[in-house]
């Protein structure tokens, strides 16, 4: 799996989460987001476990939507676990920063103005 692969894969699992959870991105805590814990999990953290957030889904859909790290690599071998994790909960949290972060107001960029008092 490629970042770009992963980065699909959270894009499919945000838009259903926008469907069947709207505003969720407000739900998950960044700093203890954790894919490979079925509590701090993005699953977990919304619905208190991985497999209560399952509950609608396949356990190929949960792997679809970049919500669990079963991958297969281009030449079809399967590829460790920490390495897939690692690249979808990168995926999770770029997602996250784009809906939580202002990036910008009437197409400009966003300024963080510093008082120098």
Same mark, same amino acid.
């Given at each position: 799996?490629?970042?770009?692969?992963?980065?699909?894969?959270?894009?499919?699992?945000?838009?259903?989460?926008?469907?069947?959870?709207?505003?969720?991105?407000?739900?998950?805590?960044?700093?203890?987001?954790?894919?490979?814990?079925?509590?701090?999990?993005?699953?977990?953290?919304?619905?208190? /476990?991985?497999? !209560?957030? &399952?509950?609608?889904?396949?356990?190929? #859909?949960? $792997? =679809?939507?970049?919500?669990?790290?079963?991958?297969?690599?281009?030449?079809?071998?399967?590829?460790g676990r920490d390495?897939?994790?690692?690249?979808?909960?990168?995926?999770?949290?770029?997602? /996250?920063?784009? !809906?939580? &972060?202002?990036?910008?107001?009437?197409? #400009?960029? $966003? =300024?963080?103005?510093?008082?120098?008092?």
């Open positions: 799996m490629t970042q770009a692969d992963a980065r699909d894969r959270v894009s499919k699992g945000a838009l259903h989460l926008d469907q069947v959870r709207p505003g969720w991105a407000w739900q998950i805590d960044p700093g203890t987001l954790d894919l490979g814990s079925e509590c701090h999990c993005v699953l977990g953290q919304l619905y208190g /476990l991985y497999t !209560r957030g &399952l509950v609608n889904l396949t356990r190929h #859909q949960g $792997a =679809a939507y970049g919500f669990d790290a079963t991958a297969l690599d281009h030449d079809g071998t399967f590829i390495t897939a994790y690692r690249q979808l909960q990168d995926a999770w949290i770029e997602v /996250l920063a784009d !809906r939580l &972060l202002p990036s910008s107001i009437e197409g #400009q960029p $966003a =300024a963080v103005e510093v008082s120098k008092s």
